[in-house]
């Protein structure tokens, strides 16, 4: 990816891409708060309800921690 301001992220089992997130950094204009924008989750039909969505937000939530962006934010 050539985007350096995201992130992506993927969650592999048994040598397969199972799971993956891929989050943007964004600021907002007027306050110039730095925060997370997950543009895209996805989890694999036959391993939903394993704990590998839990396991990809968490890898979200920290990754936004470790940036220090003040939240992460998604649309739905």
């Not at 397969?16 to 007027?30: D, H, Q, S």
């Not at 110039?32 to 396991?55: C, I, N, P, Q, W």
């Amino acid at each position: 990816m050539t985007d350096t301001k995201s992130e992506p992220m993927v969650g592999e089992a048994d040598g397969r891409i199972v799971a993956w997130a891929w989050i943007g950094t964004r600021e907002n204009f007027i306050t110039h708060e730095r925060y997370g924008e997950l543009r895209s989750f996805y989890v694999v039909a036959d391993f939903r309800g394993t704990g590998y969505a839990m396991k990809l937000m968490r890898a979200c939530l920290d990754y936004c921690a470790r940036h220090g962006l003040a939240r992460l934010s998604g649309r739905t």
